[in-house]
């Protein structure tokens, strides 16, 4: 498989094989509603590479991972389908994301 430096890096930072929370699971999907163009296209890749490294052989070739779904031009996923420590990983993301997005909007204020 080769390097994504992001995964690498997320997955080698999760300590614990626990669930999140309650209020870590609403917090990540009431901030998913906030999310970029770029961030949610970095979701994807993530749930993707994921499911590429951890394969159980039970989903078919043209089937979106984890039991996801079109709508419309939208794919909708199942975050509780999701394994524990993809959620993890995506949580973990998800901040480190939004602080970014905050740090450019202020770049930009700065700038005009």
């Known amino acids: 498989m080769s390097d994504f ?7 080698k930072d999760i300590k614990t094989s626990r669930d999140l929370s309650k209020k870590q ?11 970029d163009d770029k961030g949610l296209e ?12 951890n394969k159980d052989g039970s989903r078919k ?8 779904k079109y709508e419309g031009d939208d794919i909708v996923f199942d975050f509780d389908k999701f394994p524990k420590k993809l959620k993890r990983m ?6 480190l994301h ?7 909007k202020q770049k930009n204020k700065l700038v005009l």
Do not use: A, H, V
Not at 98 to 104: L, P, Q, Y
């Open 90 to 95: 995506l949580f973990n993301f998800q901040k």
């Open 5 to 11: 430096p992001l995964y690498m890096s997320l997955d």
């Open 42 to 53: 970095m979701i994807y890749l993530l749930i993707r590479f994921y499911e590429l490294n």
């Open 61 to 68: 070739e043209y089937q979106l991972p984890y039991y996801g």
């Open 98 to 104: 939004i602080k970014k997005m905050e740090e450019d």
């Open 25 to 35: 699971k609403k917090n990540f999907i009431d901030d998913f509603k906030i999310m």
